[in-house]
Nanobody
Framework: QVQLVESGGGLVQVGGSLRLSCAAT????????MSWFRQVPGKEREFVIG????????TYSDSAKGRFTIYRDNAKSTVYLQMNSLKPEDTAVYYC????????????????????WGQGTQVTVSS
């Protein structure tokens, strides 16, 4: 059973940085997939960034390119989302999502493809 616990959200000013953490127990880092999604009230959850650990390939949403990165600390079984140059439109609840299989690229952005989700952490970017 995979358990995901996010932390690190908060209030940050425009242009600032924030690092979100996702402590993952039971996740297969060697062959699985982990992504971050976000959601604002009244809108669908959207894909932000995702990585397939085997082969190390990372996929970015247009909004994440050049500003967000995903990486992990194996010793802590924790995955991080580093967010730089934050904008007001980045305000959302951020969720980490995991699957213990290597998802094909066409499914990486599909929230239904993931079996495990964290509880979410709020990020608010103020202007």
């Amino acid at each position: 059973q995979v358990q995901l616990v996010e932390s690190g959200g908060g209030l940050v000013q425009v242009g600032g940085s924030l690092r979100l953490s996702c402590a993952a127990t039971g996740h297969t880092f060697s062959s699985g997939t982990m992504s971050w999604f976000r959601q604002v009230p009244g809108k669908e959850r959207e894909f932000v960034i995702g990585t397939r650990w085997s082969g190390g390939s990372t996929t970015y949403s247009d909004s994440a390119k050049g500003r967000f990165t995903i990486y992990r600390d194996n010793a802590k079984s924790t995955v991080y989302l580093q967010m730089n140059s934050l904008k007001p439109e980045d305000t959302a609840v951020y969720y980490c999502a995991a699957d213990n299989s290597r998802l094909i690229l066409s499914r990486l952005r599909d929230e239904k493809a993931y079996d495990y989700w964290g509880q979410g952490t709020q990020v608010t970017v103020s202007s």
